[in-house]
């Protein structure tokens, strides 16, 4: 395209860019070739200083991409009701639209959808940030206004915060199924014991320079109503525990009793208490329960009622229990962080036999991904060094055209690290098509 533009007219003799490119390439290739031992010299201390450059490079899985709008998930304690919830998610919006006029709409949901693909607890809420465009920001860029809404919140008792985007956040979930750069699960058997050692690992992140954002989903704390039989009372009325599990479980849950059919429509009958059974702990203790001579007697007589703090939800990984510490990464590269903290905990955290941590989120798809690149990437030079055997017909001028590519890659490694910017996939791809870019040019001169 650029060609049509530039050349114009066609004709069969050499063209004027060529020409004009060629008189200052020539005397550069000339003088280079009588000094080929300095060429070459040159270009291994540029290869030697491109690889120490290259251990200072970052590693990540992804660049962030600004989408333009912001998502602030919050976490609220377990025990909390609906109402509650969106009394204080209201109180937060105001703060927030209050402290920084560059949000000019909040748009949030708390707990679960109507379908069930996003499973979330009444102490969870997304909170959608709608934004003006930056150029009527009063702050410069995305970090100083995520340092403003960080000051409004911190003002707020009661909640654990963190950020991420409205497309970021999805694709999170649907690989990872958490959200945030790093989830350190850790599996065992006890929840009481898991819950414990996730306090200790986040507080071993906030300990890591470049934390950002970190905190333990929480577990426990919701308040249960705990039914406990007493056996040699239920025993002189002739009831079993499992009879009056199920005679509770018809009052709350509910059982069906029959169905009516109205045409082509069947609808189910279901027995079950009033709501006021299920709400009030004096109206369920009054609950009467039929003993075996059809007498009733209130559950109160038979069992007694606790109060119990206990879990949210039991998440599960391939059929182990786990506590998920959520942290964000800022200022450094993910697998610097995640390897620094890997060290740190492993120095502050013993786990007992049956327990086990796992480092997942966007680390595990950066160490997923350069496994299989490290694999892929020799694969396809071999196969290229086959193709190029196959051409020349000589095993030296295909390790020759190979040759080059380590020194292909000095300009791509060092503008990396001018720029600050980390090894990411997409980068990797880039340097993959860099190669064979590479290796066309290669092939092009050794056939010429």
Same mark, same amino acid.
Not at 75 to 101: G, N, T
Not at 332 to 354: I, M, N, S, W, Y
Not at 396 to 413: H, M, W
């Given at each position: 395209?650029l060609?049509?533009?530039l050349?114009?007219?066609?004709?069969?003799?050499? #063209?004027?860019?060529?020409?004009?490119?060629?008189?200052?390439?020539?005397?550069? /290739?000339? &003088?280079?070739?009588?000094? %080929?031992?300095i060429?070459?010299?040159?270009?291994?201390?540029?290869?030697?200083?491109?690889?120490?450059?290259?251990?200072?490079?970052?590693k990540?899985?992804?660049? +962030?991409?600004?989408?333009?709008?912001?998502?602030?998930?919050?976490e609220?304690?377990?025990?909390?009701s609906?109402?509650?919830?969106?009394a204080?998610?209201?109180?937060?919006?105001?703060?927030?639209?209050?402290?920084?006029?560059?949000v000019?709409?909040?748009? $949030?949901?708390?707990?679960?959808?109507?379908?069930?693909?996003?499973?979330?607890?009444?102490?969870?809420?997304?909170?959608?940030?709608l934004?003006?465009?930056?150029?009527?920001?009063?702050?410069?860029?995305?970090?100083a206004?995520?340092?403003?809404?960080?000051?409004?919140?911190?003002a707020? #008792?009661g909640?654990?915060?963190?950020?991420?985007?409205?497309?970021?956040?999805?694709?999170?979930e649907?690989?990872i199924?958490?959200?945030?750069?790093?989830?350190v699960?850790?599996?065992?058997?006890?929840?009481?014991?898991?819950?414990?050692?996730?306090?200790?690992?986040?507080?071993? /992140?906030?300990?890591?320079?470049?934390?950002?954002?970190?905190?333990?989903?929480?577990?426990?704390?919701?308040?249960?109503?705990?039914?406990?039989?007493?056996?040699?009372?239920?025993?002189? /009325?002739?009831? =079993?525990?499992?009879e009056?599990?199920? $005679?509770?479980?018809?009052?709350?849950?509910?059982?069906q009793?029959?169905?009516?059919?109205?045409?082509?429509r069947r609808?189910?009958?279901?027995?079950?208490?009033a709501?006021?059974?299920?709400?009030?702990p004096?109206?369920?203790?009054?609950?009467?329960?039929?003993?075996?001579?059809?007498? +009733?007697?209130?559950l109160? +007589?038979?069992?007694?009622?606790?109060?119990? $703090?206990?879990?949210?939800?039991?998440?599960r990984?391939?059929?182990?229990?786990?506590?998920?510490?959520?942290?964000?990464? =800022?200022g450094?590269?993910?697998?610097?962080?995640?390897?620094?903290a890997?060290?740190?905990?492993?120095?502050?955290?013993?786990?007992?036999?049956?327990y086990?941590?796992? &480092?997942?989120?966007?680390?595990?798809? %950066?160490?997923?991904?350069?496994?299989?690149?490290?694999?892929?990437?020799p694969?396809?030079?071999?196969l290229?060094?086959?193709?190029?055997?196959a051409?020349?017909?000589?095993?030296?001028?295909?390790?020759?055209?190979?040759?080059?590519?380590?020194?292909a890659?000095?300009?791509?490694?060092?503008?990396? &690290?001018? +720029?600050?910017?980390?090894?990411?996939?997409?980068?990797?791809?880039?340097?993959? $098509?860099?190669?064979?870019?590479?290796?066309?040019?290669?092939?092009?001169?050794?056939?010429?």
């Amino acid at each position: 395209m650029l060609a049509s533009f530039l050349l114009k007219k066609v004709s069969h003799e050499e #063209p004027w860019l060529p020409r004009k490119l060629l008189s200052a390439y020539t005397p550069v /290739l000339d &003088w280079a070739m009588r000094r %080929q031992k300095i060429v070459g010299i040159g270009a291994v201390v540029m290869l030697a200083i491109a690889g120490l450059v290259y251990t200072q490079v970052g590693k990540t899985f992804m660049p +962030t991409m600004d989408e333009g709008d912001l998502i602030v998930g919050i976490e609220k304690l377990p025990s909390i009701s609906l109402e509650q919830s969106a009394a204080l998610d209201l109180k937060i919006h105001q703060a927030i639209m209050k402290a920084i006029p560059e949000v000019t709409g909040i748009v $949030a949901r708390a707990g679960s959808d109507e379908i069930g693909l996003d499973p979330m607890g009444l102490n969870q809420t997304d909170t959608y940030l709608l934004l003006k465009p930056q150029k009527e920001w009063r702050m410069k860029g995305k970090e100083a206004l995520l340092t403003e809404v960080r000051k409004v919140l911190d003002a707020l #008792p009661g909640i654990s915060y963190s950020f991420t985007q409205p497309i970021e956040m999805r694709v999170s979930e649907m690989i990872i199924g958490v959200r945030g750069d790093i989830a350190v699960k850790i599996f065992g058997p006890d929840l009481d014991r898991l819950n414990q050692y996730a306090g200790e690992v986040e507080t071993v /992140l906030k300990t890591v320079p470049g934390n950002q954002d970190v905190y333990t989903v929480q577990n426990d704390g919701v308040q249960y109503l705990r039914v406990v039989v007493d056996r040699l009372q239920a025993g002189r /009325l002739g009831l =079993s525990v499992e009879e009056i599990q199920d $005679a509770l479980r018809m009052q709350v849950e509910g059982q069906q009793a029959g169905t009516v059919i109205e045409g082509n429509r069947r609808t189910p009958i279901l027995l079950r208490a009033a709501e006021s059974v299920r709400l009030s702990p004096a109206d369920f203790a009054a609950v009467r329960i039929t003993g075996k001579d059809d007498s +009733t007697v209130p559950l109160a +007589t038979v069992a007694k009622l606790e109060r119990a $703090a206990g879990p949210v939800k039991i998440d599960r990984e391939m059929g182990s229990r786990y506590s998920v510490v959520i942290a964000n990464v =800022s200022g450094r590269d993910l697998v610097g962080f995640v390897e620094e903290a890997k060290t740190a905990v492993a120095k502050k955290l013993t786990l007992p036999t049956g327990y086990r941590i796992s &480092w997942g989120g966007q680390f595990e798809n %950066q160490q997923r991904a350069a496994a299989r690149l490290s694999i892929v990437v020799p694969v396809a030079l071999g196969l290229i060094f086959v193709l190029l055997f196959a051409t020349f017909g000589s095993v030296r001028q295909a390790l020759l055209i190979l040759s080059i590519i380590p020194f292909a890659l000095v300009d791509g490694i060092l503008a990396l &690290w001018l +720029t600050g910017e980390y090894l990411s996939v997409p980068a990797s791809v880039g340097f993959i $098509a860099l190669l064979g870019i590479t290796v066309l040019n290669g092939v092009v001169l050794v056939g010429y």
